[in-house]
């Protein structure tokens, strides 16, 4: 690892004082000030590795020193951040998650099968947003967020760069189960009115408007982005 800069250069004057103390360190030792009698016989055993590793101890002490020493100048490297402009758009997507959307004698053909109507718009979205291999080539410039909709407008992400949570969401999201099933054979019951499911449909495109309008792109990224917004 390279460093640019140090914080305290002047820290580094503490150096030249390591050489002299390891010096210091290794100077032969002063002659007793008491006699004790030969010591001849014992200097013929043999040395330890203890011993022999002992004289070593003065230059890792000056190591020691110096790498605190490096420390404490307080070496300093640069991150470069490159931004990279490209512009895009803010999309807000507006999915309908009500029951009928996955009601089972409404499937659509899709891909040579049949599925429900919100799998089919859940991978249409996902394919938008990532692309795939025939015609769509993926938004990866562009702010995306997601409101749904069943019985009144829900937002569930915000405008963001990083598309793989909205993703991965919308691949764990599925249709509102219905909490009451309409039968003309059972008494009681009323159809629903038709007023309801258009109330539902304008709450939310007002709310996607209102979302478009007051949301910003968040700060700090590395793209830039128009004002424009597009709800499909």
Known sequence: MSFDELHNP????LALLVPPYVVWLLRPGRTA???YPSVRNLKRLPRTIRQRCRAGLPILRGLALLALVVVMARPLRQIETDELPSEGIA????????SSMGDPNNKLLYQDTLQFRFDVAKHVAIDFIDGNDDALDGRPNDLIGLTTFAGFPESNYPFTLFHNSLVAGLKRMGPVQPLLTPS???PGTRPRRPSCATRAVGGAIASTRWTARSSRPPSRTARTSSSRSVMI
């Open 10 to 13: 002047y820290a580094l004057l």
């Open 33 to 35: 000030a008491v006699r």
């Open 91 to 98: 999309i807000l997507m507006l999915l309908d998650r009500s």
């Open 184 to 186: 003309a054979n059972r």
